[in-house]
């Protein structure tokens, strides 16, 4: 077997690439991470040593990433017990969070506290469709018009074509979308315990090719942006992508005060006029506090796309006081979650997904992730009602000072 030195004079020399040392006869995965190494550590005069102390073989992340070269650790911490009363899980969770950003967990952990002494937050999965949109273009007004009548005349070739293609995916539906001359169809699946992007990409596909077919429409992209993939966008506000889910509590006005230092009053007065009146000015997509604090550090912690943060912090958080107690919910329109598949394979974060105990397929389908999405709801939820109450009663600079940060 060739060593990481040889293989790495191999790419310096030209005699081949980075991404295709794994070709090579007799090469494993950790060898060709080792490689790289030498040949980044070589070039920016560096020793990657932390970056080389990974805990399980290289070769169980080749689904992962490429070039790989090492891993980073990220501090995972745990907020919690919480009660969630889920359409999907019930019981107490230790809720896991992978995150830098020091006070967060003990912000999060505060609220579940008080969610808990509560009774614990209610949370349901709204709907759930994971959707991919391609735009093909037509030759005018009439013939874009003609093309959204066909799909809606064939919707069912359309999902027969689909639905060839996975095992377990479910088109739901097909809405089009005309501008000028180019004509948008966002395909939207049901797909189970994955968050389904490339098993939606692929069967979206199958299914432009009978459009091509049996229309005068030429596909230009499988992807248009009405999707909306990774981007922010009012469609998944409204229509909603992945999993929109809920998640809602009433605390006693005693529990406010005593734990929590405010009154129902002045926390609600204050959700108006931050998350609702000052996003509103600010022309925001998500009227909430920090929703995205805790969809991050749950999408890292347990093996989620995290760049699809960008759509799961598109949240309304709301806040009212009935009979002097303090009704608070969250809800996020387009959280896109899976318990298979993608990093969910990982060891560490199929550990984060055992402490929930919704790793892998759910009994039935599309369980497990709708039990995820609960949880994720449930912190989010959890961690407005901490930084909501700690700006109420102005102890949020306090907070952080005695936890030492800067």
């Known amino acids: ?99 830098t950003e020091g006070a967060l967990l003990a912000s999060v952990n505060r609220g579940c506290t008080v969610l808990s002494a509560a009774g614990g937050a209610v949370a349901r999965v709204m709907k759930s469709g994971m959707s991919r949109a391609p735009v093909f273009r037509v030759d005018n ?88 993939d990774k981007k922010p966008a009012a469609i998944n506000a409204v229509e909603g992508r992945g999993r929109t889910v809920t998640a809602d509590v009433t605390i006693p006005r005693e529990t406010v005060v005593d734990r929590l230092h405010t009154t129902p009053s002045a926390v609600a007065e204050l959700n108006t006029r931050k998350n609702l009146i000052g996003s509103a000015k600010a022309g925001s997509l998500g009227f909430n506090a920090h929703v995205a604090n805790v969809v991050a550090a749950m999408f890292i912690a347990t093996g989620q796309d995290e760049a699809q943060v960008v759509e799961g912090a598109n949240a309304i958080t709301t806040a009212e006081v009935r009979e002097n107690d303090l009704y608070m919910s969250v809800s996020i329109a387009s959280l896109e979650v899976g318990t298979v598949g993608g990093g969910t394979t990982l060891p560490a974060q199929a550990e984060a997904l055992d402490m929930l105990g919704i790793r892998g397929g759910g009994t039935p389908p599309g369980s497990n992730a709708d039990g995820l999405a609960e949880c994720i709801a449930t912190g989010a939820l959890a961690g407005e009602l901490s930084l909501l109450s700690a700006l109420a009663s102005r102890n949020l600079s306090t907070a952080h000072a005695d936890l030492g940060r800067e």
């Open 141 to 228: 007004v009439v013939t874009a018009k003609a093309l959204v009548e066909w799909v809606r005349d064939n919707i069912d070739s359309l999902r027969d074509a689909a639905e060839e293609t996975t095992n377990h995916g479910e088109l739901e539906s097909v809405t089009p979308y005309a501008v000028g001359r180019s004509v948008y169809l966002r395909f939207r699946y049901d797909t189970k315990d994955a968050m389904g992007m490339n098993m939606a990409t692929i069967a979206t596909e199958a299914a432009c090719e009978v459009v091509e077919k049996e229309t005068d429409a030429e596909l230009i992209a499988l992807s248009g942006n009405l999707c909306t």
């Open 1 to 99: 077997m060739p060593d990481p030195t040889t293989l790495a004079n191999s790419v310096q020399t030209g005699e081949c690439r980075l991404h295709e040392l794994t070709d090579i006869d007799d090469v494993d995965a950790d060898t060709a991470a080792a490689a790289r190494r030498l040949i980044v550590e070589e070039q920016a005069d560096i020793a990657l040593d932390a970056v080389s102390d990974y805990g399980f073989p290289a070769a169980e992340a080749t689904a992962n990433i490429e070039n790989m070269i090492g891993t980073i650790d990220i501090p995972i911490g745990v907020a919690g017990p919480v009660i969630v009363n889920g359409g999907a899980l019930t019981g107490k969770r230790y809720l896991p969070l992978a995150t």
